[in-house]
């Protein structure tokens, strides 16, 4: 080891230790820190480490926690970010439109299978062939939506009305896209004979006491104290904003049964065969894990828009919710930061994500340097070996944002650590294809596609056999 690389184990390692001096005490076994203290420590490191810009609310059934924004509100960094900001939750926004359609169905007025032509006999043929069911769990055979600045609910109802041909039978394949969300509201203003947006005010969003939450119905639509990050449209159904308090008093108003009958809800989180990913719900309320009892006991939600992204989860049997809101372009950092808030309800003890430590490494030294470190430090014995997931994410964050050889040598290094995970291979031979290396993205997707047809993960299957269809039409040009 050279003595530069002493010095970074050393810097870590003290770094450790004063951790966990500020989270024990050292005469005595009790915890001399709060909760809500060590949250605000971690919440320092990732903003320190990772250049974290947003928002942290974490809770429970009897009231908040923690509630606190770090960093900045506008692009030059000149407005200092507070709670009151609000953010697209992305994905996560398909909820509300979800709990509209289950509304109207528990109020007697649809059925999930009624098809999208009794209500919008305009649409094209295909409509005749999908149910309201197939526009929730993403059935349908509709392709996704094609984004671009200043799109709008009239452009996206053009995307819909050019399609001719559907890509798969209704019921009989999986593919997440947004045009459901964009008929959902149709839908919604067609039964409902309201626009989708009052609608959901009406109904979600004021019942649920999400006093600054709205949906952006026009390009003009411009509220203040919006943060910066989200990409220019008004597109009914995907286009909302709210602050992490809206978020935490929707979860809290939704598994209550303050919104729709929790019997649905329940129905809503079977798990989604079609998609091959068993622990996501059939509905879109995201991912769930069982306990010991095979109950969910935590469901975890994600969202994209485009450089602001959300994360929620709620754990049924502590009752904690966590709500993390970002504009800072590391979409990787939420799931980290998650997964420490909700160690350190259990634990004294303050760690570093070694994720957060690798990026902030390379941010001075670059990824081949970092990784070289980290590698030393791994065979000298240091715990820093981080989730499958978690240098997965920092892979394709780095793909978007930063340089694809970066990003081949942190998704490299993730297939060595899981060599058993086909979603390892997966994102590897993606980004190997995304950088024109196609004899190395073969050499990756297949033997991931042998682990994915042993796993049955019909989703993954699905994945690298496009990508091997792909290899082959791209080296044929050669």
Not at 47 to 61: A, R
Not at 280 to 301: C, M, P, Q, V
Not at 347 to 365: D, G, K, N, R, T
Request: glycine share 6%; net charge negative.
């Amino acid at each position: 080891m050279t003595i530069n690389k002493q010095l970074v184990l050393a810097t870590f390692l003290i770094g450790y230790l004063m951790l966990l001096l500020f989270s024990c005490s050292t005469n005595t076994k009790k915890n001399t820190s709060t909760y809500a203290e060590r949250i605000d420590w971690i919440a320092k490191i990732a903003q320190e480490y990772v250049g974290f810009n947003g928002t942290i609310l974490v809770g429970n059934d009897t009231g908040i926690i923690y509630h606190k924004s770090l960093g900045f509100s506008d692009e030059d960094k000149h407005v200092t970010l507070t709670p009151a900001y609000r953010f697209s939750p992305g994905s996560i926004d398909k909820e509300f439109t979800t709990v509209a359609i289950m509304l109207l169905k528990q109020q007697g007025r649809i059925s999930y299978d009624d098809t999208l032509s009794k209500y919008l006999p305009d649409l094209p043929d295909w409509a005749n062939q999908i149910t309201i069911q197939h526009i929730l769990t993403h059935t349908s055979g509709l392709p996704d939506i094609k984004y671009g600045r200043n799109l709008t609910t009239d452009g996206a109802i053009q995307q819909l009305m050019s399609i001719e041909k559907l890509n798969y039978e209704p019921g009989q394949g999986f593919y997440y896209g947004n045009l459901h969300s964009v008929l959902r509201s149709m839908i919604i203003e067609k039964v409902s004979g309201q626009p989708q947006d009052v609608f959901i005010k009406e109904n979600i969003f004021i019942p649920a006491g999400m006093n600054q939450a709205f949906s952006k119905t026009s390009l003009e639509n411009n509220q203040p104290l919006v943060a910066y990050g989200s990409l220019p449209m008004a597109v009914a159904g995907i286009d909302m904003y709210l602050t992490a308090q809206d978020l935490y008093r929707w979860e809290k108003a939704l598994w209550n049964g303050d919104v729709v009958n929790l019997k649905s809800l329940k129905e809503a989180l079977a798990p989604h065969e079609l998609s091959g990913q068993l622990n996501r719900a059939t509905f879109d309320f995201g991912y769930f894990r069982k306990n010991g009892n095979e109950e969910i006991s935590e469901l975890f939600h994600d969202g994209t828009h485009p450089s602001h992204y959300a994360l929620q989860s709620i754990n049924f049997d502590t009752k904690l919710v966590i709500i993390l809101l970002s504009s800072d372009g590391k979409k990787s950092t939420l799931s980290s930061l998650n997964q420490s808030i909700r160690d350190l309800a259990d634990s004294s003890i303050v760690q570093v994500p070694s994720s957060w430590w690798l990026a902030h490494e390379a941010e001075s030294h670059g990824y081949p340097a970092a990784i070289e470190t980290y590698l030393s430090m791994i065979k000298s014995g240091e715990r820093v070996k981080t989730k499958e997931s978690v240098l997965n994410r920092m892979g394709y964050d780095l793909s978007n944002d930063s340089t694809i050889d970066d990003a081949l040598l942190l998704l490299k290094l993730n297939l060595e650590f899981y060599p058993n995970s086909a979603n390892a291979y997966d994102s590897y031979a993606e980004i190997l294809l995304e950088a024109g290396k196609y004899d190395e993205a073969k050499a990756v997707a297949e033997p991931g596609l042998k682990l994915a047809k042993q796993d049955g993960d019909n989703l993954l299957i699905r994945s690298l056999t496009t990508y091997l269809d792909k290899i082959d039409v791209e080296r044929s040009k050669n």
